[in-house]
């Protein structure tokens, strides 16, 4: 089976400019997270999903980043404006639900944005 | 609020071993355990949870103490595909989302 698959794997864009992360989960899978993964902050949460609805976007940073979950095989993340500073890897990542804790997550292979 | 990891790197020959630390200030539901080799996605290892269940790799175990909020992972024989960061992430109750610590760079010579 494939896992969770992420496009593109690699992105260069330059400040201003709008960029879509998209996520396909693995099948059969009811959430789905998305991550962002740099040096200074470690891998933080920015949103997840339970059966295509948002649950918790505590973590987006601001208004310039928007997830949508449009039905139970994909998803994607959009930033706009993008700046310097949204230079990261950003993972999607998804799970079955399990018993009374979370289960394992499934990550994708990353996608490495760079906004010059 | 994010657990904190110790050490954040540790150095070894292969066959050794290596205690890897987690604590958290927030009482826990569930302790998860990530490898992440440099340039690849994080993988999962280990979920230990409050009762004492758990859940993972077969070479490698952990401990899980509810009380002190803390978990530990045990490298032991280590091998040279040891090697990568190690993450823990925490749950508090029934809260499906995980907040990850900052990492132990692991690094096995052969």
């Known amino acids: 089976d494939a896992g969770v698959i992420q496009s593109p794997r690699h992105e260069v864009t330059e400040m201003g400019q709008e960029v879509t992360l998209r996520c396909k989960p693995i099948?059969?899978?009811?959430?789905l997270f998305w991550y962002r993964q740099t040096m200074m902050r470690g891998l933080e949460l920015l949103i997840y999903?339970?059966?295509?609805?948002?649950?918790?976007d505590s973590g987006m940073p601001e208004d310039r980043f928007s997830a949508k979950m449009p039905n139970a095989s994909f998803s994607t993340l959009k930033i706009q404006p993008s700046e310097p500073r949204d230079s990261a890897v950003y993972f999607c990542?998804?799970?079955?639900?399990?018993?009374?804790?979370?289960?394992?997550?499934?990550f994708g292979p990353g996608t490495r944005l760079t906004v010059l | 609020q994010q657990p904190v990891q110790s050490p954040q790197a540790v150095i070894l020959r292969e066959g050794e071993d290596a205690v890897i630390n987690c604590s958290s200030s927030k009482a826990l539901y569930s302790v998860h355990w990530y490898r992440q080799k440099h340039g690849e996605a994080p993988v999962f290892l280990m979920i230990?949870?409050?009762?004492?269940e758990q859940k993972g790799h077969e070479k490698i175990s952990a401990s899980f103490n509810e009380k002190k909020q803390q978990s530990s992972l045990y490298l032991t024989a280590s091998q040279l595909s040891y090697s990568g960061t190690y993450f823990c992430?925490?749950?508090?109750?029934?809260?499906?989302?995980?907040?990850f610590g900052s990492g132990t760079q692991l690094t096995v010579l052969p």
């Open positions: 999903f339970n059966n295509n609805v948002p649950i918790d």
């Open positions: 992430g925490t749950a508090a109750g029934s809260a499906r989302q995980l907040t």
């Open positions: 990542a998804s799970s079955l639900t399990g018993g009374r804790a979370p289960n394992e997550q499934f």
């Open positions: 230990l949870l409050k009762g004492g």
């Open positions: 099948s059969g899978h009811d959430y």
